[in-house]
């Protein structure tokens, strides 16, 4: 099978590593704080037209013809090279995109350009305590009031809350309305008055995530996404760029071969090496489960590339499920590898996060590749909807009636 993507793309290929050799930066530049490295790559990479390639100029990108098949290749080369790696927070990853296929013109203009270039930094506020996989039960109500939103409620598990300028979020404005068609999706100011956000701390050491409180808050009423009530069916526009983001095969590989080197160390007498058969098996088995991951990628690439495959929620479904379930079986077996030292790390609460290639990464690995396993909705919930839309099983009878 030859996997290449032809000579016009390979040549593509090239220029993009050519401009990846500048990074990361050397002299002063390297002197840089890490989020105006981050700015500066943006900028560069949007000058050149590599990064957020298709994003129309006036909104901040580069304004390319779509091609996913140059969107693949920019994939590819970003994962494990030195570039920034945080090209796909939520700003630019979810609501930006979410924006542009939903928005007014006004919000385009406003959101999306500072979202690309990381100037404002975004939430996403959807779970609550009895709202998670059950997300249209949510009861965080926002009511109109004049021009105004004014809005009391509790989120949850709202990554990054603590440093966001802003968060896009899931609200119940019409409370009489069934469950699904009662809400609506609203952009808050994170610096308003009556938002209290209190870090929870994670197994990992760190505190990635927090509860938001909201205490009357007020939001102009120009800052609802899509129509008032339709928020269920922008929501699932931000989730399916979501899931994207997570089932993406490059950064598997690029810790699939982490895994290799450590193994080929642990015959230097660091661990089980790549001597130990039962190694060799697990590693061989791994690759199997990458490789169908990554061949599934291609198919579905292919299939968007010919025009087959208009609606790619159900396979990115696929994709995250297989591949939060090869991210738990890599880092599991980094971990067993790395034994007591990997403990040890772990209680050191002042390097979160720690750095590639030390045994508190595999650790950090181990815990979070638990946690991506249920972020952006749980591997059951994924299996429900593969099974009943996919193959068509009858519905979940545990299932909440919508
Ligand atoms: C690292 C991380 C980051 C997150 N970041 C954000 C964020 O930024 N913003 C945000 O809004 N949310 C965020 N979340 C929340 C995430 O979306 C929810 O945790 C997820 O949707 C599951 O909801 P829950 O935690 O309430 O679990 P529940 O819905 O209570 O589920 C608990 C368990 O029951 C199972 N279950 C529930 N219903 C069914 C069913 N019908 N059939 C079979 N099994 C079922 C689930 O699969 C799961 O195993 C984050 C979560 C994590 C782990």
């Known amino acids: 099978m030859d996997l290449r993507y032809g000579e016009k793309y390979e040549a593509f290929r090239a220029e993009v590593r050519a401009f990846l050799e500048g990074w990361p930066l050397q002299g002063d530049e390297a002197k840089l704080p890490e989020q105006e490295q981050q700015a500066l790559f943006r900028r560069r990479g949007i000058e050149r037209g590599f990064v957020y390639r298709h994003v129309p100029v006036e909104y901040g990108g580069s304004g390319g013809e779509p091609d996913v098949i140059l969107d693949q290749i920019l994939q590819e080369e970003y994962a494990g090279s030195g570039a920034p790696g945080n090209l796909l927070t939520q700003g630019a990853a979810m609501l930006a995109p979410t924006l542009l296929e939903m928005g007014t013109e006004a919000q385009k203009q406003r959101f999306v350009p500072k979202a690309l270039t990381g100037e404002e930094i975004w939430c996403q506020g959807y779970s609550e305590p009895g709202a998670g996989s059950d997300l249209a039960s949510l009861s965080s109500r926002a009511e109109l009031v004049g021009?105004?939103?004014?809005?009391?409620?509790?989120?949850?598990?709202?990554?990054?809350?603590?440093?966001?300028?802003?968060?896009?979020?899931?609200?119940?404005?019409?409370?009489?309305?069934?469950?699904?068609?009662?809400?609506?999706?609203?952009?808050?100011?994170?610096?308003?008055?009556?938002?209290?956000?209190?870090?929870?701390?994670?197994?990992?050491?760190?505190?990635?995530?927090?509860?938001?409180?909201?205490?009357?808050?007020?939001?102009?009423?120009?800052?609802?996404?899509?129509?008032?009530?339709?928020?269920?069916?922008?929501?699932?526009?931000?989730?399916?760029?979501?899931?994207?983001?997570?089932?993406?095969?490059?950064?598997?590989?690029?810790?699939?071969?982490?895994?290799?080197?450590?193994?080929?160390?642990?015959?230097?007498?660091?661990?089980?090496?790549?001597?130990?058969?039962?190694?060799?098996?697990?590693?061989?088995?791994?690759?199997?489960?990458?490789l169908s991951q990554e061949y599934t990628a291609k198919r579905i690439l292919s299939a968007t590339a010919r025009g087959e495959l208009e609606d790619v929620m159900l396979p990115m479904m696929m994709m995250k499920l297989h591949g939060t379930n090869l991210r738990r079986g890599l880092s599991d077996a980094g971990f067993d590898w790395i034994g007591a030292d990997g403990l040890r790390e772990l209680l050191d609460e002042e390097q979160v996060p720690y750095a590639a290639g030390t045994p508190g990464a595999w650790t950090a690995r181990m815990m979070s590749a638990i946690a991506i396993a249920i972020a952006g909705g749980a591997s059951n919930i994924q299996r429900n909807i593969i099974g009943e839309r996919g193959l068509g099983l009858p519905r979940d009878l545990r299932a909440p009636k919508g």
């Open 147 to 290: 021009d105004e939103w004014v809005i009391h409620g509790h989120k949850i598990w709202t990554s990054g809350a603590e440093k966001s300028d802003w968060m896009f979020g899931l609200f119940r404005t019409e409370p009489d309305a069934a469950k699904h068609a009662g809400i609506s999706y609203l952009l808050i100011d994170m610096k308003s008055p009556g938002i209290d956000v209190r870090p929870l701390r994670e197994m990992t050491g760190g505190a990635l995530f927090n509860e938001v409180f909201f205490d009357g808050v007020r939001t102009p009423a120009e800052n609802v996404v899509g129509q008032r009530g339709q928020g269920w069916q922008v929501s699932r526009a931000t989730l399916k760029h979501e899931r994207n983001m997570i089932g993406n095969p490059n950064q598997t590989r690029h810790m699939f071969e982490e895994l290799v080197a450590l193994a080929r160390k642990g015959d230097g007498n660091a661990g089980p090496g790549l001597s130990d058969p039962h190694v060799r098996q697990r590693l061989a088995e791994l690759e199997g489960y990458l």
